[in-house]
């Protein structure tokens, strides 16, 4: 098993000159004062800042503040690169995309929150991400791309390999944009079911948050109100 996105108006004055070239008259004009008239460009707007780490854990949830789960509600780093166990891709490329994404891979910074629920005992978890300007939706176009051709893929995890089945659902809307599938891993029927975990991932500004579900046979949904809380702090965050 594997452990556990400038309009331009036209203003007053750009009417009027275009009703004058509709009727064939366009404004008279002095040609010194049209020469002597500095050109304007509007501005462009200066890249958005992305969230640092230590925003995003700010914005993650405290002690308290979801009463579904036990306490703690740790927030975590992502282990410093090249330690920890590492594992080869999975057998399909756009299956291994949908990993990385919604794992943070790529990402400025992202930081994990765990939620031990006190009805699934098997627990949830969600993944806070930020990108440069722009990539964030790049990253999420990317991540619908691969939805639409992983459908079953084969990798290794912690206690070996396995065989994953992914299933696209309807999603709430959620942030600017979101999708929701399921990742099925065959058990046995000594484990009481399939590993069954959902995945809710939101593209909200320039960050992805992704949220997930995991349970043993049963179809689990991560508290929606929850998700709609999170997504409004990443929102909240990002505002000038």
């Not at 036990?70 to 080869?88: D, I």
């Not at 912690?158 to 600017?176: H, I």
């Not at 000594?190 to 939101?202: K, P, S």
């Amino acid at each position: 098993m594997q452990p556990r996105g400038t309009r331009l108006t036209a203003t007053a004055a750009g009417a009027v000159i275009g009703l004058f070239l509709a009727s064939g008259c366009a404004p008279a004009q002095d040609p010194e004062s049209a020469a002597e008239a500095p050109s304007t460009t509007p501005s462009a707007e200066a890249p958005a800042t992305p969230l640092t780490m230590a925003q995003l854990k700010s914005v993650a949830f405290k002690e308290g503040e979801v009463p579904q789960a036990r306490e703690p509600l740790a927030v975590q780093e992502p282990l410093p690169e090249g330690s920890g166990r590492s594992f080869l891709p999975v057998s399909v490329p756009a299956c291994q995309t949908l990993i990385d994404v919604r794992n943070g891979e790529a990402s400025f910074a992202h930081v994990f929150q765990h939620f031990n629920w006190k009805e699934n005992i098997m627990g949830g978890g969600s993944t806070l991400a930020s990108y440069e300007d722009g990539q964030a939706e790049q990253r999420f176009a990317e991540l619908k791309r691969a939805l639409d051709t992983c459908r079953r893929y084969e990798g290794e995890g912690y206690v070996g390999p396995f065989e994953a089945t992914v299933t696209t659902q309807a999603s709430p809307e959620y942030g600017e944009e979101a999708v929701t599938f399921r990742e099925i891993v065959p058990m046995g029927p000594e484990y009481g079911g399939d590993r069954n975990e959902q995945f809710v991932v939101v593209r909200t500004g320039n960050t992805i948050a992704t949220f997930s579900e995991l349970s043993i046979g049963k179809d689990l949904v991560f508290p929606p109100e929850v998700i709609t809380r999170q997504v409004e702090r990443l929102r909240n965050a990002q505002r000038p």
